[in-house]
């Protein structure tokens, strides 16, 4: 959950260690409300409000392009840069979202609650009630399920299942290890201000990534033999690894790249539609790099590494499918989500 952008300094405690703020929003959007904090998943009430820059938001991105829900939920895409307001929406002409006419997506957490709306900092994914104009929940773990699970009607055909039931405990303790010691654990070692929080947190990031790449030697996907939900919250770290997290955060062990089963996993994945296609590595290396200048305080960013996401992985080797005996593929994207120009300093 990327917030406001700032001195990563204030995301360590006393004793160095990075401290994640977790979701303060945490209304559901289901099927069938029955009780306070549950909206009705009704196409065309809402707006989805992500960085592609964002590994926590790309997840929803991945799912309503899965799901087929592009009709039913309206997309906002930000600008990877943020101000002092935080997320905005600088890439649309004028500066303004034309669904929600909003210039920073602040404005629909002040809507929500006007007094402190904002305390916990201004997130993506948000989705965002458009005819108020308040946001709805910022929850991201919940998002990526409920857009899967309680937006089934509004599906398309061959949509998978990505939590089925009899999978959910196993999916849950994976998750668990991943979000901890990877999808976190990367930001424990870039943001720690101190040795050996740095050391615990990369030792941690890469135990896990070893019994991962082990796991996925015999195995196509991370739980069954479809993608679930594991597999999209451990690829968008995956995807910005080699770019961001090896150098930028000092997670520089190995190189996604040098990995054997790990990196044909994720190369699998990448050349899956609804996957590589929602990548954008330029959005991804100019929040990071420009962003962050406590780390990287000349604000330079990387041309490289270019990574070899399009080469055989021969995953298909080991069975299953990507979307299920009975699932089918998303159609394939026209256009990028959101191209940027050149970089300007």
């Known amino acids: 959950m990327s917030t406001t ?20 929003f945490t209304d559901r959007i289901v099927a069938n409300p029955s009780g306070p904090g549950e909206w009705p ?23 309503r392009r899965l799901m087929g829900l592009e009709d039913a939920i ?4 930000t600008d990877p840069l943020q101000d002092d307001r935080s997320w905005r929406f600088s890439l649309d002409e004028g500066g303004v979202d034309p669904v929600l006419g909003y210039t920073h997506l602040e404005q629909a957490y002040l809507a929500r609650d006007p007094e402190d709306g904002t305390e916990n900092g201004v997130s993506v994914p948000a989705v965002v009630d458009i005819a108020s ?3 709805v929940t910022n929850d991201y773990p919940q998002i990526t399920i409920d857009l899967g699970q309680q937006w089934r009607a509004h599906q398309r055909a061959g949509a998978p299942d990505l939590y089925p039931e009899a999978l959910r405990d196993e999916i849950d303790e994976v998750n668990e290890g991943v979000f901890h010691d990877v999808n ?3 930001y424990k070692a870039g943001f720690a201000t101190r040795q050996t929080r740095y050391e615990e947190a990369y030792n941690a990031l890469f135990a896990r990534l070893d019994e991962l790449d082990e796991r996925l030697e015999h195995q196509r996907y991370l739980v069954g033999e479809s993608i679930t939900e594991a597999d999209i919250r451990l690829f968008t ?10 150098g930028h955060f000092k997670c520089n062990r190995q190189k996604l790249a040098e990995f054997g089963a790990l990196w044909a996993y994720a190369r699998d994945l990448y050349q ?11 959005h991804i290396k100019r929040h990071y790099y420009m962003v ?45 989500l959101r191209p940027l120009g050149p970089i300007d300093m």
Do not use: M
């Open 41 to 63: 998943a009704e196409p065309g009430r809402y707006r989805l409000v992500v960085s592609l820059a964002c590994p926590w938001a790309h997840r929803s991105v991945i799912v």
């Open 184 to 186: 976190n654990g990367v």
């Open 292 to 336: 962050q200048t406590t780390i990287n305080p000349t604000q330079v960013v990387p041309l490289g590494p270019l990574t070899a996401w399009d080469t055989p992985h021969h995953r298909e080797e080991l069975g299953g499918s990507p979307f299920g005996p009975e699932g089918s593929a998303p159609e394939p994207l026209e256009h990028p």
């Open 133 to 135: 104009g308040a946001l």
């Open 237 to 246: 770290t995956l995807a910005r690894f080699d770019a961001v997290y090896q």
């Open 272 to 282: 899956t539609p609804g996957f590589g296609d929602t990548v954008d590595l330029d």
């Open 5 to 24: 952008a700032g001195n990563t300094k204030a995301y360590a405690d006393s004793s160095g260690s990075f401290k994640r703020r977790g979701p303060r």
């Open 74 to 77: 309206s997309l906002a895409i």
